[in-house]
């Protein structure tokens, strides 16, 4: 018998040794549910009874469904970091030991992210052996509850005999002796500040005025990717004002997308498992409301207003935002300053710069006659900073009992309804950038910045007509 570990998992280098030690074969495959999808990792949830899984979620490595796929190489054989990477992470000894870019992931999150937004918050969970049939199983089993163009594009990689189990943070892992109602609220935060980079270009001004997200939801309504503007703003989420976080919660909710997600003991109330959810419409509030009566103890129409006001209250007890502002605010000089530092570090012709006059040229001199160290803090910072701009905040719920006192979880009072909640709070989704994606973040904010400046000039040019057409009906 191997020993668990402290997150319930078996230690990842056990397994190696004995191939035998909690191995998830064909018949396992029955009991793990569909969850959820990034871009790379599909999450299942456990539903069975065994001990050892109760209580958790897998992560699964994806696969292009492009011609692009491993083609039966085992992912433990692709490398884990390029030999740039190696150089940039060079301070992270058990990240440039790693062998193989699944585990690296795990490292990294243990190793980089863990320390920077608190050991408190943060699950790297542990590796487990999966067999080829359960992943073959799974595949089969899910598909009909995955989006259409998830399905279209990729599926789970067959290839990749692991996963990486975490515990489920929908869920507290410790019952009560009166088992209450287990709520949890997913928020994908995105970035909580205004760049005051001297390295944006006058061109890009508008970044210094507009968050990055207002400027991406303009970009997405015209690729087609969300069928309305999002009432969200990061900004009030990080505000540190109550009234303003509550605000921030509730345009979540009327726009969720993919950044907002609300479980009721494990289940998925509101939101989308893997694609951008549906707007939140009156029948959708009105059977969310129906659906919170189990835990906030209201009359109809006050509880979804009541849930803005714990997650609130939670979100500044805890002080969760205010250390995940502190990480992404690592990038300090933006991406059109952090460009010019990657081409230092890749010791190839700046093309930016290329592309530029020699007065322009000027600005960026100072980056390029930096020390070689001076461009790797720049670059690793600023790809830090880009795993807490996309992570999520996992913020679990239960009412407490009388019998619960002993508990080791924080708790908030909701004043209105007179009930006591304990709540955790998990960052979740922390993964590692590359350093291969720099001129693609660089690309992609010029894209951004691009299309919401011709929003802004066809407004003014649709108000000019209309200003226009009011006059002349005045005449």
Request: proline letters at 3%; a positive charge.
């Amino acid at each position: 018998m191997y020993k668990l570990g402290s997150s319930g998992c078996i230690p990842f280098f056990s397994l190696w040794k004995n191939k035998m030690a909690l191995t998830l074969k064909e018949e396992d495959a029955a009991h793990w549910v569909y969850r959820g999808e990034g871009a790379v990792n599909l999450v299942l949830a456990y539903a069975g009874s065994s001990p050892s899984f109760i209580g958790k979620v897998i992560r699964l490595r994806k696969a292009p469904k492009n011609g692009l796929e491993s083609k039966g190489v085992s992912v433990r054989n692709s490398m884990a970091l390029t030999p740039l990477e190696r150089i940039l992470w060079k301070d992270v000894d058990k990240l440039i030991s790693s062998s193989d870019k699944e585990i690296v992931g795990q490292v990294y999150v243990e190793h980089v992210m863990k320390p920077l937004l608190g050991s408190n918050y943060v699950d790297a969970g542990m590796h487990i052996l999966v067999t080829r049939e359960f992943l073959e199983l799974v595949e089969k089993n899910i598909t009909g509850q995955r989006p259409v163009w998830r399905v279209d594009a990729t599926r789970v990689d067959t290839d990749c005999d692991f996963g990486l189990l975490m515990s489920d943070h929908s869920l507290f892992a410790h019952g009560s002796p009166r088992p209450s109602p287990c709520l949890s609220v997913e928020i994908k935060s995105k970035c909580g500040f205004l760049p005051l980079s001297k390295f944006i270009s006058e061109g890009n001004a508008i970044k210094r005025r507009t968050t990055r997200f207002e400027m991406h939801q303009t970009l997405k309504l015209l690729q087609g990717e969300i069928s309305r503007l999002s009432e969200y703003n990061p900004l009030d989420l990080f505000s540190g004002s109550k009234e303003r976080i509550k605000k921030a919660i509730k345009g979540l909710l009327t726009t969720p997308q993919n950044n907002f997600r609300v479980f009721l003991n494990g289940s998925l109330i509101l939101g989308g498992l893997g694609g951008v959810a549906k707007n939140t419409d009156i029948c959708i509030a009105k059977e969310f409301e129906d659906e919170l009566k189990s835990v906030i103890q209201v009359d109809d129409v006050l509880r979804t207003e009541n849930l803005f006001t714990l997650v609130t209250e939670a979100l500044q007890k805890s002080g969760v935002l205010d250390k995940l502002l502190e990480v992404q605010k690592l990038d300090s000089i933006d991406i059109e300053g952090v460009i010019h530092a990657y081409y230092n570090i890749t010791s190839e012709q700046c093309m930016v710069c290329k592309e530029l006059s020699e007065e322009q040229a000027k600005t960026y001199a100072s980056l390029h006659s930096a020390s070689f160290d001076e461009s790797l803090r720049i670059v690793k910072d600023y790809l830090i900073a880009t795993t807490a701009k996309d992570c999520s905040l996992m913020l679990c719920f239960r009412p407490r009992n009388e019998e619960d006192s002993g508990s080791v979880y924080n708790n908030v009072y909701l004043e209105s309804t007179k009930q006591a909640f304990h709540f955790k709070v998990y960052f979740i989704d922390l993964d590692l950038k590359r350093l291969s994606k720099l001129k693609d973040y660089y690309e992609l904010d010029k894209k951004i910045v691009s299309r919401y400046r011709q929003k802004i000039k066809m407004d003014q040019a649709r108000n000019e007509v209309t200003g226009l057409k009011a006059c002349n009906g005045n005449i």
